[in-house]
């Protein structure tokens, strides 16, 4: 019997091994494979619809992992010299700018790339915005009407002290949608101004979450009334069905844009390049138009249906790439004058 | 003095302890190489930035730091205290008391070991929150959950499954006889209680104080979703790294975190160090016998009773929570049931899953074998520098699980280590993550094991090959059922470091669960979550019925010999 279970120990030990080394083995044929497979990595809604459509189009297939624009960028820092991917799909724009400046991307322009307003994407080409994201407020009803509250439709009306404890709002530390907006409207209402409002708006926010996603989840449970979100079609799609309201402030609308970018030294260096083509075309854009409904960066696109009645006129009349340069300095200021 | 005559016996005294020792030494080797190597290359990468020395992360753990590294000490300490009391409850009740369910109060601790990422936490919110079904819709209250209380409530039911089974292992493996010696000395219930039984099961509890100690310090998923306003120093080291990218701030942060854990650790070995009490029993007894049972007043009775099954109906809401969320719908408040979620499991899910249990099952047995030789090494074995190599074993659970995935990256993205991109990373991590947990279920059922056993097999000329596989590894292998389980839930689990070290295409279930929530898609996350707790108590309960037949053979037929 002893023998028994000696032999017992003994072959799950060489199990083990074997498990282990078969794990290796199998992951280096896969990587012999994967040469015709496109690696990304991607933040945004309905990700396996997209690479579907662009597997039909061009017959190249798609491997990706969901994976924040924060963990990415800390990944590719880390692992600097070995590419996390082919290609980065998405995300806050701030993590692109930081990787371009760090030296992880490729420069890549797209012949499709001259549609696309400079406003949109980087002068030397490191990354191209393939969307535009909105922000504005989540606003759940029952709440409103529940404690008696007006429905806010400014940035201004944020500040009544009637709305104290109502108001949710990420840690711009962490989320690029928080620092796009506090960056935006110090832009366009100048620092002075701006820093009042920020100040006079922090006395209604109870805390500021450290996941972008909390606020919005928190309204549309009905946790607190009004959440500074990206409203984007993804958003709205997500409070159907539900007694919620989305508002655009009629006193100016922040945005930032979803960047493409190919990782340097990206493995299948001409299918993400083709990648990106699709991406930034026409049909391209129809695509993530449908599936990610968001305002296009090209003109040439129609606005998608749930976006119809934002007016694209009180779109803020914002520099991305200041806003990028000052990131450290108005971090430090909003740090010291309002983290708690 | 003949010279070359001493260096010939010294030589072959030293090739043949290293021969004897080999096993060993390739163990202390492998936790150097996949623990401590991996940490040194990240405090290299925090203090040599940039091609640059420079003490820049650490001068910026300023005043604000210590307040968070005391915010997370607070939280540790009460959720780990409270917890190993009520774990020593349970741990009474199911051990030393008539009573019943106990089948089924088994079968809940090793289900509630098995809390998928988030999902437990949001059902908390979805029942308790400022809209919950039970505080709002049900009694109508308005409160807020959030902050201090609720991380240490959230904290503490996630220790008390584990901390119930390392005391449970403790208390079942007291030799009976001294209960029955002291009881024939006039002892009463109670004092037998109060100076034999938790005496005697102080280090298991020490282990699990320990286990939640470090475990609740460098958790930062239950502050990030329950914390509210409230931080602890975990959540901000996991938001320099996934947030702003600030992997020297990161590892800084994370080092200062060692701190009170190393403390602890002192303490823990001194403890377990002193007052070894051995049972002259070579097994276990697994069985209770009737008059084993305590018979205590009725009032300690009732509490007992109450804080059992207080627990056990906590746990089942929470898990029925979770269950009813695959087909419920409990947007804002508003409960409707729906199919709709399970469209949205595709193949990339369900092969993410696959690849979730192929990795637990590895990790599951390479780590306890490990962990337990380890255990035995340090406890048993009088090799220099085994304190050392016992402190770096219970690393990976005092750093946040992400630092320890970046460290991975770090330590293994140039040749000849190169690994990053296979699943040989992936699942080395999930191996290195959790050998605390065995190496302290080892030294736990060690601590009860009578060296003098060990001891006579060597006097009869075993080797040291022959008296772990013969001897130590048969009697240990409760240890090894308990750290199997452990293990395999908690990498079925994980997501901390997995998302550094995953390729495109080669994710887990929890990397898939984890972005379904990120979406607002709490359905498909409770599906997901569903299915790794089904899974994973087939897995476990299978194994440890497979592990148990084979030592209960095993033993009667020692007795039979």
């Not at chain 1, 709002?169 to 962490?174: A, D, E, H, R, V």
């Not at chain 2, 098995?114 to 709002?136: A, E, N, Q």
């Not at chain 2, 699942?427 to 959790?434: G, W």
């Not at chain 2, 001897?471 to 292998?477: A, G, R, Y």
């Amino acid at each position: 019997m002893k023998k028994f279970i000696s032999m017992l120990v003994a072959s799950l030990m060489l199990l083990s091994l074997a498990s282990c080394s078969n794990g290796t083995n199998s992951s280096s044929i896969d990587n012999a494979n994967q040469k015709k497979t496109l690696k990304i990595v991607a933040a945004i809604g309905n990700k396996e619809d997209i690479f579907k459509q662009f597997q039909n189009d061009t017959g190249i297939e798609v491997e990706f992992l969901d994976i924040s624009s924060g963990e990415v960028l800390s990944r590719a820092l880390a692992q600097k010299g070995t590419p996390v991917a082919d290609v980065w799909f998405g995300g806050g724009a701030d993590g692109f700018m930081a990787a371009a400046k760090e030296d992880l991307l490729e420069s890549y322009v797209s012949e499709e790339a001259k549609n696309i307003s400079d406003k949109y994407k980087d002068k030397d080409g490191y990354w191209t915005g393939m969307s535009i994201v909105t922000t504005g407020f989540v606003v759940n009803n029952d709440v409103i009407e529940e404690k008696n509250l007006p429905m806010p439709t400014k940035w201004t009306d944020l500040t009544n002290p009637i709305y104290k404890d109502e108001i949710l709002m990420p840690n711009p530390n962490i989320s690029g949608t928080s620092y796009c907006i506090i960056s935006s409207l110090i832009q366009e209402w100048g620092e002075e101004k701006a820093w009042e409002y920020l100040e006079e708006l922090d006395k209604n926010i109870p805390y500021y979450p450290q996941r972008g996603g909390e606020p919005p989840q928190k309204a549309l449970a009905g946790e607190v009334a009004i959440a500074i979100s990206p409203l984007d079609g993804e958003q709205i799609a997500k409070g159907e069905g539900l007694n919620v309201t989305n508002v655009f402030p009629e006193d100016g609308i922040p945005w930032t844009v979803a960047p493409v970018a190919i990782f340097k030294g990206a493995e299948n260096m001409d299918a993400a390049k083709q990648f990106v083509d699709w991406v930034l075309s026409k049909s391209g854009q129809e695509t993530i138009a449908k599936f990610c409904p968001r305002i296009p960066v090209r003109e040439d696109i129609e606005i998608p249906e749930v976006l119809k009645d934002v007016d694209l006129n009180k779109l803020l009349d914002v520099d991305m790439f200041k806003a990028g340069e000052d990131r450290d300095n108005i971090l430090g200021i909003w740090n010291e004058k309002i983290a708690k | 003095m003949n010279k070359s005559l001493a260096r010939v016996s010294n030589s072959d005294t030293l090739l043949s302890k290293i021969k004897d020792n080999l096993i060993f030494i390739i163990i202390y080797a492998l936790i150097l190489l996949f623990i401590l190597w991996p940490i040194i290359a990240v405090v290299f990468n925090s203090i040599y930035v940039d091609g640059k020395f420079t003490l820049d992360a650490y001068s910026d753990l300023t005043f604000k730091s210590t307040k968070l590294l005391y915010n997370s000490f607070i939280v540790a300490f009460s959720s780990a205290t409270i917890a190993v009391v009520i774990s020593t409850i349970i741990a009474i009740y199911v051990t030393l008391t008539k009573g019943h369910l106990k089948k089924f109060i088994m079968v809940i601790l090793l289900v509630s070991m098995i809390s998928p990422p988030y999902v437990d936490s949001l059902s908390f919110i979805i029942l308790f929150g400022k809209r919950g079904l039970i505080t709002h819709k049900l009694l109508g209250l308005n409160i807020n959950p959030y902050g201090f209380m609720g991380i240490v409530i959230m904290e503490t039911l996630a220790h008390i499954p584990r901390a119930t089974l390392f005391t449970i292992m403790a208390m079942e493996s007291i030799d009976k006889n001294i209960i029955h010696a002291s009881r024939d000395l006039g002892s009463d219930e109670l004092s037998l209680l109060r100076s034999i039984i938790l005496p005697m099961s102080k280090h298991g509890m020490l282990s699990a104080f320990f286990i939640s100690f470090v475990t609740s310090l460098s958790d930062f998923g239950t502050p990030i979703v329950i914390g509210g306003g409230f931080n602890v120093l975990a959540t901000e080291a996991y938001v320099n790294i996934t947030g702003v990218s600030n992997i020297p701030l990161a590892s800084a942060m994370s080092i200062y975190l060692l701190i009170p854990s190393l403390v602890f650790f002192l303490i823990y070995r001194k403890q377990m160090a002193k007052d070894q009490v051995f049972s002259y029993q070579a097994t276990n007894l697994l069985e209770q016998e009737e008059e084993d049972y305590l018979n205590l007043p009725n009032g300690i009775k009732y509490v007992i009773k109450l804080v059992t099954y207080f627990f056990m109906l906590v746990v089942v809401v929470k898990y029925l929570t979770i269950f009813s969320g695959s087909f419920i719908s409990f947007n804002g408040g508003n409960v409707s049931f729906t199919l709709k979620y399970f469209d949205k499991i595709d193949s990339a899910k369900l092969s993410s899953f696959k690849r979730s249990i192929q990795y637990s099952f590895v990790s599951g047995i390479a780590g306890s074998v490990i962990g337990i030789l380890l255990a035995y090494g340090i406890n048993r074995n009088k090799i220099p520098g085994k304190n050392f190599i016992d402190f770096v074993a219970t690393l990976p659970y005092m750093m946040p699980g992400t630092l320890f995935g970046i460290a991975y990256i770090l330590a293994f993205k140039n040749p000849p280590l190169l690994l990053i991109g296979t699943s040989a990373i992936v699942i080395l991590n999930c191996i290195f993550k959790q050998i605390p947990i065995s190496s302290k279920a080892g030294a736990q059922a060690l601590s009860k094991i009578n060296p003098e056993i060990e001891n006579a097999a060597k006097d009869c000329g075993a080797s040291n090959f022959h008296l772990l596989k013969d001897i130590v590894l048969p009697l240990l292998t409760p240890a090894f059922i308990t750290s199997f389980i452990n293990i395999f839930s908690s990498t079925m689990v994980t997501i901390g470091a997995l998302i550094f070290l995953v390729s495109p295409g080669k994710d887990v279930a929890t990397v898939q669960l984890f972005s379904a929530i990120k979406e607002g898609n709490l359905g498909v996350g409770c599906i997901l979550a569903n299915m790794i707790i089904l899974t994973t108590i087939i897995v476990n309960l299978s194994m440890s019925a497979l592990l148990k037949g084979k030592f209960r053979r095993g033993e009667a037929d020692v007795y039979r010999d």
